[in-house]
Structures are given as structure tokens and as C-alpha cells.
């Protein structure tokens, strides 16, 4: 019969690959089953290794003197994927909503992390209150004069705000991490992404965004959230 490590290189031809997965698999045998005669007839035994390049999934089963024992870990998965905003006008704008409407694979998550990267140097992205409408006109106009426009910049080649966009860019930042909790972004209550167009006409914004986490134990989505 096959031994383990010869069943694992079927699936797995690489050598490193067959004795990652075998080591562990015994010594957590033996640490489960110290006085049985399940150690020895591992020479004996089938094991199973399933791997996939999107989800990896550690499935191991073993049968040897009438005990099964399976050893197995959640399927991790990333995912990544751009996002076009639509050309919006020069302020701070909430776009929660609109960026969770193109995550359908987001409810498939059970924990895990969500990175949101803006392909821009005139845009920017933070998180702010969603509730009050003055907050975002508020962010702007402190913006503007933190950033004024003048002639007192070197780089003025799209005219008076192009250089107060990059700046503001800059202090701003261009990503996002946000924890995600049971299909859903971990916002606070009052917590919504936001979207800081800095030019007077900066069109169509992109955002690459990457998810990586745990996928639910039973396959199934979560039930979409409104923002």
C-alpha cells in the first residue's frame, strides 16, 4: 500500500510541498494518540491534501486500525478587484455605499481584511462621519485653506488647483484597511469611506481593492448590509 508522503506527492509533486504537509500531519497524530497503534500504521494509510491556488484548503483524513481523524483549516481567500468611482465634483463625497454595491464577494468572508488603493495622485481616501451633510463640505473648506491656491507653486501645469491637489493627496493618504466582520466592512456606526476629489475636474477615479480572509465553514453568504 502507499505510504502517506507517496499519496501527498500524487497530488502534490513538489518535495517541499509533500513534506510540509506530512510532518505536521504526524506529529499531530502522535500527540493525539501517544499509546495507540495508529503511528506505526501510518505506513499504511491514505491521506488526502487538497490545494488551490484562489482558496487553500488542508483537508487530511486517515483511517488506520478502525479510527478516522480529520485535520483540516478554514479556506483563506483573496481576492482582488478594481473599482471605477464616477467623475464627481471637487469636495469630499461618501461613497460607501457604492463601493459595497461592487463587493459582492465580500459577504462570502467570514473575518478577514479589505485594503482600498486609489490609482490617483489628485484624489484621496479616508473615513469620516457619514451622518451629518456638513461634515464633508466642513473637510473640504478646512482642506482648501490648509492647501490654498496661489502662484506660489512651482508645478502649475493643469492650472491653480493642480499642485493644492497633490498636496492634499499626500496629507490625506491614498489607501484604506478596514477589518472585515461576517460579510460586511467593520465600520462604526457612524464610519463611512470617503472619496476626496481635489480637482476641479478630476473625472473618473479607479480604486484596486484586495479582500483576504477566512470563507464561511458552510459555503454560504452573509445577507447583504445597506450603508
Same mark, same amino acid.
Given at each position: 500500500?502507499?505510504? *502517506?508522503?507517496?499519496?501527498? #506527492?500524487?497530488?502534490?509533486?513538489?518535495?517541499?510541498?509533500?513534506?510540509? @504537509?506530512?510532518?505536521?500531519?504526524?506529529?499531530?497524530?502522535?500527540?493525539?494518540?501517544?499509546?495507540?497503534?495508529?503511528?506505526?500504521?501510518?505506513?499504511?494509510?491514505?491521506?488526502?491534501?487538497? $490545494?488551490?491556488?484562489?482558496?487553500?484548503?488542508?483537508? %487530511?483524513?486517515?483511517?488506520?486500525?478502525?479510527?478516522?481523524?480529520? #485535520?483540516?483549516?478554514?479556506?483563506?481567500?483573496? %481576492?482582488?478587484?478594481?473599482?471605477?468611482?464616477?467623475?464627481?465634483?471637487?469636495?469630499?463625497?461618501?461613497?460607501?455605499?457604492?463601493?459595497? #454595491?461592487?463587493?459582492?464577494?465580500?459577504?462570502?468572508?467570514?473575518? &478577514?481584511?479589505?485594503?482600498?488603493?486609489?490609482?490617483?495622485?489628485?484624489?484621496?481616501?479616508?473615513?469620516?462621519?457619514?451622518?451629518? *451633510?456638513? @461634515?464633508?463640505?466642513?473637510?473640504?473648506?478646512?482642506?482648501?485653506?490648509?492647501?490654498?491656491?496661489?502662484?506660489?507653486?512651482?508645478?502649475?501645469?493643469?492650472?491653480?488647483?493642480?499642485? *493644492?491637489?497633490?498636496?492634499?493627496?499626500?496629507?490625506?493618504?491614498?489607501?484604506?484597511? $478596514?477589518?472585515?466582520?461576517?460579510?460586511?466592512?467593520?465600520?462604526?456606526?457612524?464610519?463611512?469611506?470617503?472619496?476626496?476629489?481635489? #480637482?476641479?475636474?478630476?473625472?473618473?477615479?479607479?480604486?484596486?481593492?484586495?479582500?483576504? &480572509?477566512?470563507?464561511?465553514?458552510?459555503?454560504?453568504?452573509?445577507?447583504?448590509?445597506?450603508?
Amino acid at each position: 500500500m502507499a505510504t *502517506p508522503l507517496a499519496v501527498i #506527492r500524487g497530488s502534490c509533486p513538489s518535495q517541499r510541498c509533500a513534506q510540509q @504537509v506530512a510532518k505536521p500531519f504526524a506529529q499531530g497524530l502522535r500527540h493525539s494518540h501517544p499509546s495507540s497503534k495508529i503511528a506505526p500504521a501510518l505506513l499504511g494509510t491514505a491521506v488526502n491534501v487538497a $490545494i488551490r491556488s484562489r482558496e487553500v484548503s488542508r483537508n %487530511i483524513s486517515c483511517q488506520a486500525g478502525g479510527t478516522t481523524i480529520e #485535520r483540516g483549516a478554514p479556506a483563506t481567500e483573496w %481576492i482582488q478587484k478594481t473599482i471605477s468611482l464616477p467623475s464627481m465634483s471637487r469636495g469630499c463625497h461618501i461613497v460607501t455605499r457604492h463601493i459595497v #454595491r461592487e463587493l459582492e464577494e465580500l459577504h462570502t468572508i467570514e473575518v &478577514g481584511m479589505a485594503n482600498f488603493f486609489i490609482q490617483h495622485t489628485s484624489a484621496s481616501l479616508t473615513i469620516n462621519e457619514n451622518a451629518s *451633510p456638513d @461634515v464633508p463640505l466642513d473637510l473640504n473648506d478646512t482642506l482648501d485653506r490648509i492647501v490654498p491656491e496661489g502662484h506660489h507653486y512651482r508645478h502649475l501645469d493643469e492650472g491653480l488647483d493642480d499642485m *493644492p491637489a497633490h498636496v492634499k493627496s499626500s496629507l490625506m493618504g491614498p489607501s484604506l484597511n $478596514i477589518p472585515i466582520q461576517q460579510g460586511r466592512l467593520a465600520l462604526g456606526t457612524w464610519q463611512g469611506i470617503y472619496l476626496n476629489e481635489h #480637482r476641479n475636474y478630476g473625472g473618473s477615479r479607479r480604486i484596486v481593492v484586495t479582500l483576504q &480572509g477566512k470563507l464561511r465553514a458552510d459555503g454560504r453568504k452573509y445577507g447583504s448590509n445597506a450603508w
